[in-house]
């Protein structure tokens, strides 16, 4: 079988999203993603599983957990330079290829029913998956959402336009203990590509990856609201 070599071909708009044609959704075993020779070279590591997961046609959020500065966290929560992917492997899906790519690299991935986006987290991390503020049944998929390291705020507003919420953030996430590996978290860089996900569905993924929640609120006209904050104040206040 022809050698595949594995490179950078997702085309995006930096600092912001587009949308394009729909894609499939496979399964490990499915005939779609037939088997193939795939080689990596010295790629870094988040790379190889954003390729593996696009040609999956697989939905994956990169914890918020993983980024550090150094860029990356291992599995015993020690900081590291990113890890790089080399590797070659023959007559292998790429559903196949991503698992065993994150169980040598100590990564799994965890559903949310409240949203069809995989969670890439390490495998000794503990985590209790949000559930949707929001009826996303009102709410049609987007064939394709792109973002290239649009900051989490902006990305957060642009989802929020797009399916008619009224959102505002706790004045406490912008405060100097808001921080996510070092970066302030609404600057938090998102980049990622989804399918057939739709805004509330993402936006809730978003929240969920970066330990964030919101609170259902009321202006002064009785207009609903959702206010972005902690997930510790979103469960105090339990209000969904």
């Given at each position: ?38 080689t ?27 980024h550090?500065?150094p ?84 990305a ?22 808001a ?62």
């Amino acid at each position: 079988m022809r050698l595949k070599t594995i490179s950078l071909f997702l085309a995006v708009l930096m600092g912001a999203a587009t949308f394009t044609s729909p894609a499939r959704q496979i399964s490990e075993n499915s005939t779609i993603d037939s088997p193939s020779d795939m080689t990596f070279d010295n790629l870094p590591i988040t790379s190889a599983i954003h390729q593996l997961a696009f040609l999956a046609g697989i939905n994956i959020l990169l914890d918020s957990k993983l980024h550090s500065n150094p860029p990356f966290v291992a599995a015993n929560g020690k900081a590291i330079a990113e890890p790089t992917a080399t590797n070659h492997w023959t007559n292998i899906t790429a559903h196949q290829a991503l698992n065993r790519m994150l169980a040598e690299h100590g990564l799994t991935m965890l559903t949310n029913p409240a949203t069809p986006i995989m969670r890439v987290v390490s495998t000794n991390r503990v985590v209790q998956a949000l559930p949707s503020f929001f009826n996303s049944t009102t709410n049609d998929p987007t064939p394709a959402l792109v973002f290239d390291d649009l900051p989490l705020r902006d990305a957060l507003v642009l989802l929020a336009n797009q399916a008619r919420l009224n959102l505002s953030f706790d004045p406490k996430l912008s405060a100097p203990g808001a921080m996510v590996g070092g970066t302030p978290v609404l600057k938090c860089p998102v980049k990622e590509r989804w399918n057939n996900v739709n805004s509330k569905q993402a936006i809730t993924a978003l929240l969920d990856n970066f330990d964030l929640g919101v609170v259902l609120e009321t202006d002064s006209s009785g207009a609903s609201k959702f206010r972005v904050t902690t997930r510790q104040d979103a469960e105090v206040n339990s209000v969904r």
